[in-house]
């Protein structure tokens, strides 16, 4: 957004030109209503941020101007899809729990008038969310053109890329058009191990402000999601649901395999390098699970990778991606200390300073966007969390798990298929009950990379990572009272992943063979595409059997 200024003549002219942009807001926040506690107070709130906004920004569409043709019409096309998954969320919530909507009760006006008031709510919020998405597409644009993570890319490496996300879309296309227990299935929870992928497709979590799962984990994900995938839910609106399924799941492979690619640059990768690691990451069990379930991990991760080499590879800081990587995974908050632009031994004080800014900054961004409830409900919200922490399973258990993620981030995991109370037949985890080997040699591996690389700032970015990942699935055991640690395979295993390929390299390196390091991870990589593969394939099988489109 434009930098503000708060002159009381100033803010006057201002409200002449942006006067509309309150208003729009409000009208969208109420096509968001949810039944959340406080999201009502969340709207005022929101709303008197919004009037303070226009008030003291210059006149919206000056700047708007300042954008190419092309981005624009993004942004319109963009806004359009957003708006669309408003009003299917306003609908389905008036089909379901009337009770909770503004205005709307049953008896009092019919479906139709609903649609017809929810389209009204849709139209006037175009305004609001086309500002919003184009000063994204603008900074985001910003944030790229400033950086140098294009520079040295050769022709055939881009090809490569081009390659495996063809290759992936076409797995995705081939396999939700067998089954839907990725994004439709009449269970909405837990048919694929722990995932919530049909309940988070089905209403839609990328487009929509209030989703059930964009709560305190993730209060911004609509926020930070919307931008790259809305014109894709747009363009899917004439077709069937799966369809839909298909163009929103390949708009994630294009952000997962930047991400990855983001993630080569940020340990110093050289083309050929970054190619081969981008090609051992997508021959793993993570990514192979991740291409197919319909999570909320991939924006996340994609996030994540752009604030650490922005901020550690291209040394520059800016609170838009640490509040991108924040907003839809409020655990990677962690990294706030690091998004201040002088260290702590500079000027404490001053780090102190600045990173409680940068933390207020955040909190006034989540209740711009009408999300008050978070703050609302935190101490309700904190103690419902606490079934998917492990303070009920032994220590020595949770080590035990966290040995098997080790393994399963590469490799696919010992799995069971297990009959739920309303007699659906899922695909689970088998219980951990032994020592894995493997994990416990990924991770030896994992300590030697680190141990042999100690001297590259890249070593301990996932060293710290790695670290990060023991505190929340061991000591804090999130995740191991369900047996679910599979779902976090991307956000923590890029670490492992890192580590395990600078540990080939630097062999490589010390016996002056460079090639031998790219022949054994090339090599890997194709075992583990089969292995991987075949695994996946028995997955698709059963789902097409219990779960046919």
Same mark, same amino acid.
């Given at each position: ?123 006037? %919020? ?109 363009? %899917? ?12 799941? /390949? ?12 993630? *080569? ?34 924006? *996340? ?179 191991? *009272? ?12 890029? *670490? ?48 097409? /059997?219990?779960?046919?489109?």
């Amino acid at each position: 957004m434009p930098k503000m200024r708060f002159d009381t003549t100033y803010m006057a002219e201002n409200l002449k030109h942006n006067l509309l942009f309150p208003f729009s807001a409000v009208a969208f926040f109420v096509l968001s209503y949810s039944e959340f506690a406080g999201y009502g107070i969340g709207i005022i709130i929101a709303g008197l941020i919004a009037l303070l906004v226009a008030a003291g920004s210059p006149d919206f569409w000056k700047e708007i101007k300042k954008i190419s043709k092309l981005e624009l019409a993004y942004g319109a096309l963009c806004t359009a899809g957003v708006c669309l998954a408003g009003h299917d969320s306003f609908i389905y919530l008036y089909r379901k729990r009337p009770e909770h909507l503004l205005f709307v009760r049953t008896g009092v006006i019919s479906e139709q008038k609903a649609s017809m008031f929810g389209w009204l709510l849709a139209l006037l %919020s175009f305004y609001f969310i086309f500002i919003y998405v184009c000063f994204f597409i603008r900074k985001i644009t910003a944030v790229l053109k400033a950086s140098s993570a294009f520079n040295g890319v050769t022709l055939w490496e881009s090809l490569l890329y081009a390659i495996i996300f063809l290759i992936t879309s076409g797995f995705i296309i081939y396999v939700f058009s067998t089954t839907d227990a990725f994004y439709w299935a009449k269970q909405y929870y837990d048919v694929i191990y722990t995932s919530d992928s049909p309940a988070i497709f089905r209403w839609n979590a990328y487009m929509t402000l209030t989703h059930q799962q964009n709560d305190l984990r993730q209060p911004l994900f609509f926020v930070f999601s919307a931008p790259f995938l809305g014109v894709l839910n747009l363009i %899917s609106a004439p077709f069937f649901i799966t369809v839909k399924a298909m163009l929103l799941n /390949i708009g994630q492979i294009a952000m997962l395999i930047f991400a990855n690619y983001l993630l *080569a640059r940020l340990i110093g990768l050289s083309a050929c390098s970054r190619a081969v690691f981008v090609l051992l990451f997508s021959s793993t069990y993570t990514y192979m699970l991740f291409s197919l379930m319909m999570e909320q991990y991939i924006v *996340a991760y994609f996030w994540l990778m752009l604030f650490l080499y922005e901020r550690f590879a291209e040394k520059r800081q800016d609170c838009f991606a640490l509040y991108g990587t924040g907003g839809t995974l409020l655990t990677s908050m962690v990294l706030l200390p690091f998004a201040a632009k002088k260290s702590a031994r500079e000027n404490i004080l001053e780090w102190i300073r600045e990173i409680i800014c940068i933390g207020i900054g955040f909190v006034i961004l989540i209740l711009a966007f009408c999300r008050f409830d978070v703050f609302y409900s935190l101490a309700e919200t904190v103690r419902s969390f606490a079934r998917f922490t492990g303070t009920s399973v032994p220590i020595g258990e949770r080590v035990l798990q966290y040995l098997a993620f080790a393994r399963n981030v590469f490799l696919p995991p010992a799995a069971e298929i297990a009959m739920t109370d309303s007699g659906n037949l899922t695909w689970q985890l088998s219980a951990v009950t032994e020592i894995d080997y493997t994990g416990i040699a990924i991770l030896l591996l994992g300590i030697i990379s680190a141990v042999i690389n100690r001297k590259k700032q890249s070593t301990w970015i996932l060293v710290g990572w790695w670290a990060y990942s023991v505190v929340i699935i061991v000591l804090l055991g999130w995740g191991t *009272a369900e047996n679910g640690l599979i779902l976090y395979s991307l956000y923590f295993g890029w *670490a492992l992943i890192a580590l395990m390929f600078q540990l080939v390299e630097e062999i490589g390196d010390l016996l002056h063979v460079r090639f031998l390091g790219t022949a054994v991870i090339v090599a890997f990589a194709a075992y583990l595409l089969v292995v991987n593969y075949t695994a996946v394939k028995s997955m698709v099988t059963f789902m097409t /059997i219990y779960y046919p489109l």
